[in-house]
C-alpha cells in the first residue's frame, strides 16, 4: 500500500468503525515490543519530559498513548489520513489524554507551525513512503527535508523500518543527520542465515 492509496484511508475507516463498535483500537504497527523499545530509548537517556515529540504517521495513535502514560506531556501525531486522525481522537478521549495534539498533516508538505520537535519517532511511515510508485526517490528526499526542518538541531530521530536495512538507511538521512545508535530487534532465522526483520535505528540533527 502507498499513501497516497485511498485503501490506505479506508483501512482506517475499518478500524475506527470497530473501535466505534467494541473499543479496539486496531492493529499495532510493529506490535507492543517497538513502542517499549522507543519509550526505553528515552528514558534511558533521560529525554526530558516536557521535550516536544513528533509522531509521524500517528495511525491509532497508540504510541501517543504510551509515551503519555510514560509522563512526556508534550506530544503531537500528525497523518493524511483524515480517518487516522479520527480513530486516534477516539482512542485519545477514552484514554483521557486531552494533552495530545492530533492533526491531519502530509508530512511531504508540512504547514508551516509543523516545527520546533526536539524529537520525531517514525515506525513505518518512511516504509510506505518509499513503496509509493509514484516517484519514490523523490519522496523520499522530500521526507527527509521535511524532516530537517520540523526537528530542532540536536534533535532526535528514531526509525523503525521493515523495508531498509541500517546501511540503506543511513545512505538516506546522511543529509544533516549522523547515526547515534541502532537498537536491537529481533532475528529470525530463514535457510540457515540470520537476519533482522525490523532496523530501528537512533539519528540526531546536525
Known sequence: LSPSDPSWDAAY???????????????IWFGEESMARIIRW??????????????????????????AKSGYMNLTGID??????QLSEKVREKEGM???????EDFLAPSAELSGFDI??????????????????????????????VLN??????????????EE?????????????????PKFCFGGRTGNSVTALVFQRK
Open 169 to 185: 538507511l543511513l545512505n538516506e538521512f546522511r543529509e544533516g543527520f549522523e547515526i547515534l545508535e541502532e537498537l536491537p530487534t
Open 80 to 85: 493524511y489520513s483524515p480517518s487516522a486522525i
Open 120 to 149: 520525531c519517532i517514525d515506525k513505518g511511515t518512511f516504509d510506505a513512503v518509499s513503496l509509493n510508485p509514484d516517484n519514490a526517490a523523490g519522496k523520499r528526499q522530500q521526507y527527509v527535508r521535511s524532516l530537517g526542518r
Open 13 to 27: 475507516e475499518r478500524e475506527l468503525q470497530t473501535f466505534q463498535d467494541i473499543g479496539d483500537a486496531g492493529e
Open 42 to 67: 528515552l528514558e534511558k537517556h533521560e529525554v526530558p519530559l516536557d521535550s516536544s515529540v513528533l509522531d509521524i504517521g500517528t495511525g491509532n495513535g497508540v504510541l501517543l498513548i504510551e509515551l
Open 98 to 104: 486531552a494533552n495530545i495534539k492530533l492533526k491531519v
Open 153 to 166: 538541531p540536536e534533535g532526535f530521530f528514531l526509525i523503525t523500518s521493515c523495508n531498509w536495512t541500517k
